[in-house]
């Protein structure tokens, strides 16, 4: 059963670069014909998908946080990241990890991440 | 960018009652249309995807519809652990997006 798990700092200053990793068990991140995703949802809020990424180096972005995000696949960790930098409290939410094909079907737990001085 | 809108917000029913919530696409998307179930604290739950086709292990009081722009999710029975958040999202772009979600609470 392929499971995801992100992790990464639960408290980031303004104007500084946050970053996660989702660690992926029961699978590999190497497997042709799926992305590797990242969403989030702000507190008390809707889905905001952010990127995807290809283990071949594919990657999607939303075009409304494209200049900010860098997405990465790491297959020797069979893991990928998420880096979104000169945050504010916008970006203050939970992040989720998943695999994604025409569907996001795994999920990792889900991280909160605040955006705090 | 493909937009989502969805009705209603947020709905209020009894254990017994059909519910149907309305998803559409502000352009055509064929049935490249999902639908996700969330609980609070909880990540979403793929339920239906390809507009109709439903996930393994999801019961079957849960049905799919439509093409094009319109879609419809439909709980023929709702049952205690139907209330939550459900969410449609659209894969027709490779910039997926939801729609703003639709809350089924106990009346």
């Known amino acids: 059963q392929l499971q995801l798990q992100e992790s990464g700092p639960g408290l980031v200053k303004p104007s500084e670069t946050l970053s996660l990793t989702c660690s992926v068990s029961?699978?590999?991140?190497?497997?042709?014909?799926?992305?590797w995703g990242w969403i989030r949802q702000p507190p008390g809020k809707g889905l905001e998908w952010i990127a995807s990424?290809?283990?071949?180096?594919?990657?999607y972005y939303n075009r409304s946080l494209k200049s900010r995000v860098t997405i990465s696949v790491d297959t020797s960790k069979n893991q990928f990241s998420l880096m979104l930098n000169s945050v504010t409290a916008a970006d203050t939410a939970v992040y989720y990890c998943?695999?994604?094909?025409?569907?996001?079907?795994?999920w990792g737990q889900g991280t909160l991440v605040t955006v705090s001085s | 960018d493909i937009q989502m809108t969805q009705s209603p917000t947020s709905l209020s029913a009894s254990v017994g009652d059909r519910v149907t919530i309305t998803c559409r696409a502000s352009?055509?998307?064929?049935?490249?249309l999902n639908w996700y179930q969330q609980k609070p604290g909880k990540a979403p739950k793929l339920l239906v995807s390809?507009?109709?086709s439903l996930q393994s292990g999801v019961p079957s009081r849960f049905s799919g519809s439509g093409s094009g722009t319109d879609f419809t999710l439909t709980i023929s029975s709702l049952q205690p652990e139907d209330f939550a958040t459900y969410y449609c999202?659209?894969?027709?772009?490779?910039?997926?997006?939801f729609g703003p979600g639709t809350k089924v609470d106990i009346k």
């Open positions: 029961g699978g590999s991140v190497g497997s042709s014909g799926y992305y």
């Open positions: 390809g507009a109709s």
């Open positions: 352009h055509h998307i064929s049935t490249y």
């Open positions: 999202q659209q894969s027709y772009s490779t910039f997926f997006t």
């Open positions: 998943a695999r994604q094909q025409l569907v996001l079907d795994y």
């Open positions: 990424m290809s283990y071949s180096g594919i990657t």
